[in-house]
């Protein structure tokens, strides 16, 4: 590392409102021993702004997981720039990680930044001070908790899988799991602060499906209620064990990203194994309904190749679920993404690229096959119609 370890970290606005601990954030404090580290988050405006007069000739880092973050990265930047000529600024994140060169900022980290090997990385516990002031925003991962004392956590980093319109394989490497022992001692920590109710973030947590029953059994041991909001592989339920262990255990919810209900749409999306039949769908949603877990599901639409009846099947592949949630998400070109790469290649969206409007709300890409505008009409007029 160039530079020293940033005093100041400052967690961006993120889109959406739910507002979380930034498991990176507070992962870096814990593993930056000989630095004194303030965690500025600006969802909650806390603690007080900092004052950059008490920090000049220090360095200040930058958290920009999201590409819709890039203009206020850019903001933050210049003004310490601008006004104070000796402060250091460091950016890193995911999208921060897909730019070579960021105006205002000295140097970008383009991976995980605690400058440890993996299994040197000591679990970050955020103190009981910080947790209360997110659990008085009342803002949890998708709006969605079984208790009011809750936090996120992550038990291991990094997919092999290869799906183009994930660039986070890119950034966080293979996957790499933490030991169950260092697991055991953050869980305990946070429950003796409280904590009832933990949020599984992992881009693959059932990757290895025994450790996962192993993570399902020290969970129930410590009486932690917990679901997994970011994910969780569908295929990870063809493993006789799991739903046997989820039965009576202290899982409350899953999300469940089937992505799309089109074999053709998730050849585009080279998403292999994680494409399944509805009537397998169907059962497991049934199944899991019988056991008293909540299910979530995430489907992708607008994905270019993707016909107005690759579309619809998706849409109907949705509803026929009896699913507690149903999230339709627009097919974003993230930076660092196969998806990205082949929209700007082909001309699918506008160059330079607008980074504000890359959301999994609007879209931007138009193709031969489906125009932005048609893909939002479909997304409106599905919500119009079976999201009451």
Same mark, same amino acid.
């Given at each position: 590392?160039?530079?020293?370890?940033?005093?100041?970290?400052?967690?961006?606005?993120?889109?959406?409102?739910? &507002?979380?601990?930034?498991?990176?954030?507070?992962?870096?404090?814990?593993?930056?021993?000989?630095?004194? !580290?303030?965690?500025?988050?600006?969802?909650?405006?806390?603690?007080?702004? $900092?004052?950059? =007069?008490?920090?000049?000739?220090?360095?200040?880092?930058?958290?920009?997981?999201?590409?819709?973050?890039?203009?206020?990265?850019?903001?933050?930047?210049?003004?310490?720039?601008?006004?104070?000529?000796?402060?250091?600024?460091?950016?890193?994140?995911?999208?921060?990680?897909?730019?070579?060169?960021?105006?205002? /900022?000295?140097?970008?980290?383009?991976?995980?930044?605690?400058? #440890?090997?993996? *299994?040197?990385?000591?679990?970050?516990?955020?103190?009981?001070?910080?947790?209360?002031?997110?659990?008085?925003?009342?803002?949890?991962?998708?709006?969605?908790?079984?208790?009011? @004392?809750?936090?996120?956590?992550? +038990?291991?980093?990094?997919?092999?899988?290869?799906?183009?319109?994930?660039?986070?394989?890119?950034?966080?490497?293979?996957?790499?799991?933490?030991? #169950?022992?260092?697991?055991?001692?953050?869980?305990?920590?946070?429950?003796?602060?409280?904590?009832?109710?933990?949020?599984?973030?992992?881009?693959?947590?059932?990757?290895?499906?025994?450790?996962?029953?192993?993570?399902?059994?020290?969970?129930?041991?410590?009486?932690?209620?917990?679901?997994?909001?970011?994910?969780?592989?569908?295929?990870?339920?063809?493993?006789?064990?799991?739903?046997?262990? #989820?039965?009576?255990?202290?899982?409350? @919810? /899953?999300?469940?990203?089937?992505?799309?209900?089109?074999?053709?749409?998730?050849?585009?999306? @080279?998403?292999?194994?994680?494409?399944?039949?509805?009537?397998?769908?169907?059962?497991? /949603?049934?199944?899991?309904?019988?056991?008293?877990?909540?299910?979530?599901?995430?489907?992708?639409?607008?994905?270019?190749?993707?016909?107005?009846?690759? /579309?619809?099947?998706?849409?109907?592949?949705?509803?026929?679920? *009896? #699913? *507690? =949630? +149903? &999230?339709?998400?627009?097919?974003?070109?993230?930076?660092?993404?196969?998806?990205?790469?082949?929209?700007?290649?082909?001309?699918?969206?506008?160059?330079?690229?607008?980074?504000?409007?890359?959301?999994?709300?609007?879209?931007?890409?138009?193709? $031969?096959?489906?125009?932005?505008?048609? !893909?939002?009409?479909?997304?409106?007029? *599905?919500?119009?119609?079976?999201?009451?």
């Amino acid at each position: 590392m160039t530079y020293h370890e940033p005093t100041v970290l400052i967690k961006l606005r993120e889109p959406g409102s739910c &507002y979380v601990p930034s498991i990176g954030l507070w992962s870096l404090k814990a593993n930056w021993h000989h630095a004194d !580290v303030t965690i500025f988050d600006d969802h909650l405006h806390w603690p007080l702004r $900092p004052r950059w =007069d008490e920090i000049d000739g220090h360095t200040v880092g930058l958290s920009a997981q999201f590409s819709c973050q890039h203009d206020e990265m850019l903001a933050w930047a210049k003004e310490l720039k601008t006004n104070y000529r000796n402060v250091k600024v460091i950016a890193g994140g995911a999208h921060a990680a897909t730019l070579d060169c960021i105006p205002y /900022v000295d140097q970008v980290f383009k991976g995980f930044s605690e400058g #440890l090997a993996f *299994d040197q990385i000591e679990l970050p516990v955020v103190p009981r001070y910080a947790l209360e002031r997110y659990w008085h925003s009342n803002r949890p991962h998708n709006l969605k908790s079984k208790t009011k @004392r809750w936090v996120p956590i992550e +038990t291991s980093r990094g997919c092999d899988g290869h799906c183009t319109y994930c660039g986070m394989p890119r950034f966080a490497g293979r996957w790499k799991g933490f030991s #169950l022992d260092k697991l055991k001692t953050q869980l305990q920590a946070y429950k003796d602060l409280g904590v009832k109710e933990v949020f599984i973030e992992d881009d693959n947590v059932s990757y290895y499906k025994d450790r996962f029953l192993d993570l399902i059994r020290l969970l129930k041991d410590l009486r932690l209620h917990w679901s997994c909001p970011n994910g969780i592989a569908v295929q990870t339920f063809f493993h006789s064990g799991i739903v046997r262990a #989820l039965d009576h255990s202290t899982c409350w @919810r /899953v999300s469940l990203p089937f992505e799309t209900g089109s074999l053709h749409t998730a050849q585009l999306m @080279r998403i292999g194994p994680k494409f399944v039949e509805w009537t397998y769908a169907d059962s497991l /949603v049934k199944t899991l309904r019988k056991i008293k877990i909540k299910t979530a599901g995430f489907f992708l639409i607008g994905y270019p190749g993707e016909t107005e009846e690759d /579309v619809l099947m998706t849409l109907r592949y949705a509803n026929a679920l *009896d #699913l *507690d =949630d +149903t &999230y339709i998400y627009i097919a974003t070109p993230y930076p660092g993404s196969a998806l990205y790469t082949e929209c700007v290649n082909k001309g699918y969206i506008e160059t330079p690229v607008d980074y504000a409007a890359l959301t999994y709300t609007q879209c931007i890409v138009n193709t $031969p096959w489906l125009s932005a505008k048609r !893909v939002v009409e479909l997304r409106d007029q *599905d919500r119009k119609e079976n999201r009451k």
